[in-house]
């Protein structure tokens, strides 16, 4: 497929934004059970506030993906059949509870509204936190789901699109945390760090294993099914038409097997070894602006794992367009 | 239940895009309208278009076999590119099962593009909005017309009759005759797509006749060319019933 990069910019922008939402919920709960110290609520406001500028950045650049973006707001309602339709409520809904969660935060309403036996003191951030972890989560399996979902193109269609999307998700938006934190001057650095290097090595696990399935299996069809000349020698001598078409610019990368090869070399650098080896270099100099470093590293590894993505997929429709005589 | 669909022989198409002119001919002055194109007279011409004709060689030369493969929207009777569709722009028609785009609701996100196995849906640059094959919805479906033009564009102008239109689900009719007794076939059956066009397969007519059943033997005209007979008396052509 051909890679857009609206598209690859919406997922890794929502991805990191999902994922640092997430980190600063994690922190809360373990200040709650006083396993980390409570931060300001100036530290989770600012945070949401950062998670929610990526999820609106992302939702920005997929407006580039459509032909009539002032329609967008049809594409909510065939939420029943479609994936697309359901990532276009999951994003708005995990928005809107971040907002909320950084708002409670901002304001201070965090007074316990009741406590559960004697020693879980429940609060609106809390409730609010919990009700988009949900959104987050669904959003992320929305998200895979749009390519994992469809059968035809083998490399997405499987459960470790999910996965990848979940895990490298959670990784870069951990690692931002940790990244946020140092600059915030919190302790929680190493707490940030440790989860984000687990998370991006889950993501590595499920990354590497999507590469090996890719580089195995065959399609399903061949030349001789898509026309139905069942030969031993079939070969295209027309594709019906002299010039480019749709089918021919949206279903071909065009790009060489060196340069993909280069690509695919170096989102495992970026994506996995660097960021993990600066986290834990930063913990072992203390260092504050390492983590940034490691961050802006992953990220940019992100750009070049989603783009590979894309040109991993091999659309049957390809088999129409293989020469011109 | 009708489910309208074409049938196109392979064995008598000849490849001449009779079918995409008149079809590009047909849609882009009606309903699904316009047709666009980029660069029509220039290098690199592109545009859009509901029906192309490709052509395969099979075997090795010189004992190759040509097909010319008209390709279009095979209206799927399970159509993938329809549930993926947020909007609802896509849709099959309840009443005769034809796929379409509704333009008015389309946000051209090209997802549907992504999820039809077939590559015959495109996207219309200029309007922004994914377009295919209606099989000419607003002929067939136009009752002023008398019922022979109440047909697809593309079907009309064949010179070969490679193209036969009809309802699949009618058992009785023309396509399904075609189907049933000339061995029609789906394109990518292992889908589960169930492609509502069929295609007809190369087909070969040829008898076995025997030099002796092309030659009477004992043609009195052609006695003296004959080798002479046994002197076995009367032979059966020699009676009369
Ligand atoms: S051929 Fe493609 S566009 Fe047409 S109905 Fe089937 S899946 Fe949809
Ligand atoms: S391009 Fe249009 S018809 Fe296709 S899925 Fe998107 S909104 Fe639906």
Redesign the interface.
Same mark, same amino acid.
């Given at each position: 497929?051909h890679p857009a990069f609206s598209v690859i910019f919406l997922t890794t922008l929502i991805g990191v934004g999902q994922g640092l939402f997430l980190a600063l919920y994690t922190g809360q709960l373990y200040a709650l059970a006083n396993l980390l110290p409570a931060q300001s609520s100036n530290f989770y406001a600012v945070g949401s506030m950062v998670s929610l500028v990526l999820l609106f950045a992302g939702l920005i650049a997929s407006f580039f993906?459509?032909?009539?973006?002032e329609?967008?707001w049809?594409?909510?309602?065939?939420w029943r059949?479609?994936?697309?339709?359901r990532e276009?409520l999951a994003l708005p809904a995990a928005m809107g509870l971040i907002f909320l969660y950084g708002t409670v935060h901002f304001f201070d309403l965090t007074k316990p509204l009741f406590v559960i036996s004697g020693t879980l003191p429940v609060d609106f951030s809390l409730i609010i936190g919990g009700l988009g972890t949900l959104a987050v989560f669904g959003l992320f399996l929305c998200t895979a789901m749009?390519y994992a979902?469809?059968?035809?193109?083998k490399a997405w269609y499987s459960p470790l699109t999910v996965a990848n999307f979940l895990f490298l998700g959670i990784g870069s938006g951990f690692m931002l945390a940790a990244a946020f934190s140092a600059y915030q001057g919190t302790s929680l650095v190493s707490f940030y760090g440790t989860w984000a290097v687990i998370a991006t090595l889950f993501g590595l696990l499920t990354r590497v294993a999507t590469l090996y399935r890719n580089s195995q299996f065959r399609c399903?069809?061949d030349l001789k099914?898509?026309?139905?000349?069942h030969?031993s020698?079939?070969?295209?001598?027309?594709?019906?038409?002299?010039?480019?078409?749709?089918?021919t610019r949206?279903?071909f990368h065009g790009r060489s097997h060196g340069l993909l090869n280069l690509i695919r070399y170096a989102f495992l650098l970026m994506v996995f070894a660097v960021p993990v080896i600066l986290i834990l270099l930063a913990y072992a100099l203390e260092s504050e602006t390492l983590p940034l470093l490691a961050f802006g590293i992953q990220y940019l590894g992100l750009i070049l794992e989603r783009y590979h993505f894309f040109t991993e997929a091999q659309?049957?429709?390809?088999l129409?367009?293989q020469s011109m005589? | 239940m009708t489910q309208l669909a074409l049938v196109i022989d392979?064995n008598v198409c000849v490849g001449c895009h009779a079918c995409?002119t008149s079809c590009k001919e047909w849609n882009t002055s009606g309903w699904a309208g316009p047709l666009t194109d980029q660069?029509p007279y220039d290098a690199?011409?592109?545009?859009?278009?509901f029906n192309?004709?490709?052509?395969?060689?099979?075997?090795?030369f010189p004992n190759t076999?040509? @097909?010319h493969?008209p390709?279009s929207c095979l209206h799927c009777e399970d159509p993938?590119c329809v &549930?993926?569709?947020?909007?609802?722009?896509s849709y099959k028609r309840e009443d005769n099962g034809v796929v379409l785009v509704d333009y008015d609701?389309?946000?051209?996100?090209?997802?549907c593009?992504?999820?039809?196995?077939?590559?015959v849906?495109?996207?219309d640059?200029q309007?922004?909005?994914m377009k295919k094959c209606t099989l000419c919805i607003d002929r067939i479906t136009d009752m002023s017309l008398p019922e022979s033009e109440r047909k697809p564009a593309c079907v009309l102008a064949c010179p070969t009759r490679a193209r036969i239109y009809g309802d699949i689900h009618d058992p009785d009719s023309d396509v399904s005759v075609a189907i049933r007794e000339q061995g029609g @076939?789906?394109?990518?059956?292992?889908?589960g797509t169930k492609p509502s066009n069929h295609?007809l &397969?190369?087909r070969k007519t040829r008898i076995q006749i025997h030099e002796d059943e092309l030659v009477r033997v004992d043609n009195p005209l052609k006695k003296e060319e004959l080798p002479t007979l046994p002197e076995a008396g009367e032979t059966l052509d020699d009676v009369a019933w």
């Open positions: 497929m993906h459509l032909g009539h973006p329609r967008a049809r594409a909510a309602t065939q059949t479609s994936w697309l339709s276009v749009i979902s469809l059968r035809f193109i399903k069809v099914s898509a026309v139905g000349v030969h020698q079939l070969e295209q001598k027309a594709q019906g038409f002299m010039g480019g078409s749709f089918n949206e279903f659309h049957p429709q390809n129409y367009y005589a | 392979l995409v660069r690199d011409p592109t545009g859009v278009f192309r004709v490709q052509t395969y060689e099979a075997g090795v076999e040509t @097909y493969f390709k993938p &549930p993926v569709c947020p909007t609802g722009a609701k389309c946000i051209g996100c090209k997802y593009s992504w999820a039809c196995p077939y590559g849906r495109e996207f640059e309007q922004k909005v @076939y789906p394109l990518q059956p292992e889908w295609y &397969p190369r």
